[in-house]
């Protein structure tokens, strides 16, 4: 099955807005066994909305638009879909009840005009219910090709895609089976990766594939099956074993890069540490200002394991707060193993943790030194046992230089709280 | 002048990476009166290209290519194009020097091979030199139509656009003065905004339109001026300067609102106004977990006026470094007026600071009690004379909160500095 994803809107066009719906529509595609072959842009008006959609129909069987369904004059989606399709709008009152409810649950009021004309509907159209607002989805058929209508809102347009749009393509057009499973590592580049899992990747078998979806300082790797014999009862059991098999070739290969599975982020594996050994966890910042102390409270219910942290930006908040010596900081300076080290434990004492994360280098671009360039992060973590020390040098772009500090730093605690270092 | 945007590469189909590219290129052309009519993505095959590029050029007058430029055998649009274009491939002597002089400079080993691949270019293009890579842009003409072809990694082809396209374009096809004026507004949504200026915007003249250019708690507001009537020596001078009136009469009409012009973020104008004034900030946070000191920290040179910061995530951290006493606590509990304004007068003292702001809320999902729901937080800004709080009531989504407080916070700071609250 192919799709093609036609988004909707002068808003894209001009730049305005970044499209992320249509990433994310792929994936969920793709999960499902359907190959996205394009996705155009196009703005709001009727002769374009019309191109794009006889352009998309020509390049694949489904064509799934989002954009253009709201109540005012700019979206004009709906009406040029009624004319492509030779419908004729009806007023739905199971529609207006539905989004009459929605408005009293979110606690405004209704504008009748408004959701009356979100009301009216094509005739030829199945329905496609939107729980979250007010512009309802819209599935077409003709000569074999499906048309699908989203609202462009993300949050929208997922949930029509997850309740609606994925279980009607699946019941329609039956795929076989497919299992996915995703690995995620940090720490190193895709070529890197690549090259250590070189003969692993070459010796899958053709109905396996493996994909590599990097971002900065993290690359995921999933591994996708497709059944490739004739469908039994026993073909999707079979298949997932298979890929539990090569997951788990895949995980040995990369023991000390991996850090966990499907979507489990870094600060969430780091924080089901914390809560399985009962630790409790504090960080020193210097260059990273906060930011890894931001990770981790980006996760729910971080307060059981996270009581706070110290942002010593200041040669005097590092002395004042955390006990740095003034002798370290003269002698070494703010960045240096020795200063790092005191910053770890005296966050421990400050914070009242069991294990704390100390960092300071030189975010730049400024500051640099000939023996200190910019990009240079010492980090260290502590349980008052052993401190554990380490350096790195990253680049030259600073907001970079802080996300690469933050995954550097967070991965280290995960292997000192697993004793791995 | 009107332009097609066409992206080539099969990441961009399965979802792997999120398409930033063609916003940012919209937009600069647009800025250079160059309207994008639309977009389209494509796998890497040679089939899909040369449709896409049939297709883009059916529909304007330039069509910009990126991606599938990298020596791999997986990129394939230098191929496709030379046989598009029916051209020969040539060794570029000069190339092969200049690529081998940027891996001098990164510090990198030249693979041979793969360099001389690059420095293979059609001969019936103009090579557009990449400095910053080893992919050089390509610009072919037939029949009055322009076609370009760009690297697909971002700074890459932001480097070819910024030096070599759009300087091109603009002698190629030279456009009437245009005059852009940006102001930036925070802590509204569009919806309000729009309301507040609908009589300025329906009152300007057919040749100056108004964007909005929304973000989470954001909403940038873009006036473009076309000169309308015929070009003399003095039209930009004079297209410029009634842009000016109309971005000062904009000011007037959202004086609360308007935070900055151009691309000033919040936290540089906060960063900014500290400096100006010889100001020391520091934050005490709670719900934001460092949040808004990751922000001021973002700007370079931000330890000039920022000493550093304390998340007290706990009540022990609340009392302990802050001095917020226990009572306080166990009275109004710590997401109060109360609370806040505590730990911003012990802020002051613990950071040594002059001016301090203190967050305290729940970011949710869990935590939240019938009188404090998940999303009320409570802010304050003090300077030892007075402590000013507010208080807001913001979603359910963790992450969005934590981002709407960092907004509305810095922008209390900013209004706190200059007096206006």
């Given at each position: 099955?192919?799709?093609?994803?036609?988004?909707?809107?002068?808003?894209?066009?001009?730049?305005?807005?970044?499209?992320?719906?249509?990433?994310?529509?792929?994936?969920?595609?793709?999960?499902?066994?359907?190959?996205?072959?394009?996705?155009?842009?196009?703005?709001?008006?009727?002769?374009?909305?019309?191109?794009?959609?006889?352009?998309?129909?020509?390049?694949?069987?489904?064509?799934?638009?989002?954009?253009?369904?709201?109540?005012?004059?700019?979206?004009?989606?709906?009406?040029?879909?009624?004319?492509?399709?030779?419908?004729?709008?009806?007023?739905?009152?199971?529609?207006?009840?539905?989004?009459?409810?929605?408005?009293?649950?979110?606690?405004?009021?209704?504008?009748?005009?408004?959701?009356?004309?979100?009301?009216?509907?094509?005739?030829?159209?199945?329905?496609?219910?939107?729980?979250?607002?007010?512009?309802?989805?819209?599935?077409?058929?003709?000569?074999?090709?499906?048309?699908?209508?989203?609202?462009?809102?993300?949050?929208?347009?997922?949930?029509?895609?997850?309740?609606?749009?994925?279980?009607?393509?699946?019941?329609?057009?039956?795929?076989?089976?497919?299992?996915?499973?995703?690995?995620q590592t940090a720490c190193e580049g895709e070529s890197v990766v690549a090259k250590r899992i070189e003969a692993f990747e070459d010796s899958l078998p053709e109905h396996i594939k493996l994909a590599y979806l990097p971002a900065l300082g993290l690359v995921r790797l999933r591994l996708t099956g497709?059944?490739?014999?004739?469908?039994?009862?026993?073909?999707?059991?079979?298949?997932?074993?298979?890929?539990?098999?090569?997951?788990?070739?895949?995980?040995?290969?990369?023991?000390?890069?991996?850090?966990?599975?499907?979507?489990?982020?870094?600060?969430?594996?780091?924080?089901?540490?914390?809560?399985?050994?009962?630790?409790?966890?504090?960080?020193?910042?210097?260059?990273?200002?906060?930011?890894?102390?931001?990770?981790?409270?980006?996760?729910?219910?971080?307060?059981?394991?996270?009581?706070?942290?110290?942002?010593?930006?200041?040669?005097?908040?590092?002395?004042?707060?955390?006990?740095?010596?003034?002798?370290?900081?003269?002698?070494?300076?703010?960045?240096?193993?020795?200063?790092?080290?005191?910053?770890?434990?005296?966050?421990?004492?400050?914070?009242?943790?069991?294990?704390?994360?100390?960092?300071?280098?030189?975010?730049?671009?400024?500051?640099?030194?000939?023996?200190?360039?910019?990009?240079?992060?010492?980090?260290?973590?502590?349980?008052?046992?052993?401190?554990?020390?380490?350096?790195?040098?990253?680049?030259?772009?600073?907001?970079?230089?802080?996300?690469?500090?933050?995954?550097?730093?967070?991965?280290?605690?995960?292997?000192?709280?697993?004793?791995?270092?």
């Amino acid at each position: 099955m192919t799709a093609h994803l036609l988004t909707i809107g002068d808003e894209i066009l001009i730049g305005q807005i970044v499209d992320t719906n249509s990433a994310w529509m792929s994936r969920q595609l793709n999960l499902g066994g359907i190959t996205v072959v394009g996705k155009s842009s196009v703005g709001d008006t009727r002769q374009a909305i019309i191109d794009g959609v006889q352009h998309a129909a020509s390049t694949a069987q489904i064509v799934i638009m989002t954009g253009g369904l709201g109540p005012t004059k700019d979206d004009i989606t709906k009406a040029t879909l009624v004319e492509m399709f030779d419908c004729q709008v009806v007023f739905h009152q199971s529609v207006y009840d539905q989004i009459a409810a929605y408005f009293q649950k979110i606690n405004r009021p209704i504008q009748v005009e408004s959701v009356q004309s979100q009301a009216m509907l094509p005739d030829k159209a199945t329905i496609l219910p939107n729980k979250v607002g007010t512009a309802s989805g819209m599935w077409f058929e003709r000569d074999g090709k499906v048309f699908i209508s989203l609202p462009g809102v993300p949050f929208e347009m997922e949930h029509l895609m997850n309740h609606e749009v994925l279980p009607r393509l699946k019941a329609q057009f039956p795929s076989r089976p497919i299992v996915h499973r995703t690995l995620q590592t940090a720490c190193e580049g895709e070529s890197v990766v690549a090259k250590r899992i070189e003969a692993f990747e070459d010796s899958l078998p053709e109905h396996i594939k493996l994909a590599y979806l990097p971002a900065l300082g993290l690359v995921r790797l999933r591994l996708t099956g497709n059944w490739p014999g004739e469908v039994t009862s026993d073909s999707a059991a079979r298949l997932t074993a298979e890929l539990d098999k090569k997951k788990a070739e895949l995980r040995a290969l990369l023991p000390d890069l991996i850090f966990g599975e499907e979507d489990e982020s870094l600060q969430e594996v780091v924080g089901r540490l914390l809560r399985q050994q009962g630790k409790q966890f504090g960080t020193a910042e210097s260059c990273t200002g906060g930011y890894v102390a931001h990770l981790i409270t980006l996760v729910p219910g971080s307060s059981d394991y996270f009581p706070g942290s110290v942002v010593s930006y200041s040669y005097e908040m590092k002395s004042k707060l955390l006990g740095v010596k003034d002798s370290t900081l003269s002698s070494f300076g703010a960045v240096s193993a020795e200063a790092v080290c005191e910053m770890a434990e005296g966050a421990r004492g400050t914070l009242g943790v069991d294990i704390s994360l100390a960092i300071s280098g030189i975010a730049g671009p400024g500051g640099g030194m000939p023996d200190k360039p910019v990009g240079l992060v010492w980090m260290a973590v502590s349980d008052g046992q052993r401190t554990l020390v380490a350096k790195h040098i990253f680049g030259r772009d600073r907001a970079k230089n802080i996300h690469l500090t933050g995954i550097f730093a967070l991965n280290m605690v995960r292997k000192f709280l697993l004793g791995e270092i």
